[in-house]
């Protein structure tokens, strides 16, 4: 049973990397960094649903901190930093201070989650991948991302560029229809 949703949550995590890229690109494709922060921000996004905590009288956008999301946050980073590391990014990569701007997301968290939430859910419940694990699908996504772009911008931006999408999703009120 456990090996099935183990292969499940792969394969959604796959099918998101896909969905997100084809959801987030223009005419010259989709960029890497705007399609990181999305899966990162879906991972953030899916720890707070997962509390279930009611979010409909906080402002889109403010600050929230739930000891839940704290919890599993260590565990949702670890997948993604374990899954590059076995994808041949060295641990001793680390990470930068802060994101460049040059490396920025091209869209905002307001304008990235309602692209990126719908998809995610649609792979959530293609593969029926219960809510407890839903974090790890985008999480994986992240990974998968970061060893695609890692020929094209240093692991160490890509990692901090994850580590901030994800703390971003799972610490800030999404807009109203996300939630």
């Known amino acids: 049973m456990q090996t099935d949703l183990t292969t499940r949550v792969a394969q959604a995590s796959t099918a998101f990397f896909g969905a997100i890229c084809r959801g987030l690109a223009d005419n010259r494709g989709a960029h890497l960094e705007t399609t990181l922060t999305a899966a990162g921000y879906c991972a953030g996004a899916a720890m707070l649903r997962g509390t279930q905590v009611d979010l409909s009288k906080l402002p889109p956008g403010s600050p929230v901190f739930v000891d839940a999301v704290n919890e599993i946050g260590p565990m949702v980073f670890d997948t993604v ?61 992240c990974a998968e991302i970061i060893l695609a772009g890692k020929n094209q911008l240093h692991p160490a931006i890509l990692k901090t560029i994850a580590a901030e999408a994800i703390m971003k999703g799972a610490k800030t009120v999404p807009p109203a229809k996300e939630r």
């Not at 930093?81 to 990569?93: D, H, M, P, V």
């Not at 920025?104 to 990235?112: C, G, I, Q, R, S």
Request: no cysteine; aromatic share 8%.
């Open 81 to 141: 930093f374990n899954l590059i590391e076995r994808g041949g990014i060295e641990a001793s990569t680390g990470s930068v201070k802060a994101v460049p701007p040059e490396h920025a997301a091209l869209k905002t968290f307001e304008e990235l989650l309602p692209i990126a939430l719908p998809l995610f859910d649609a792979t959530l419940a293609e593969f029926d991948i219960p809510i407890e694990m839903h974090p790890f699908v985008a999480a994986r996504t």
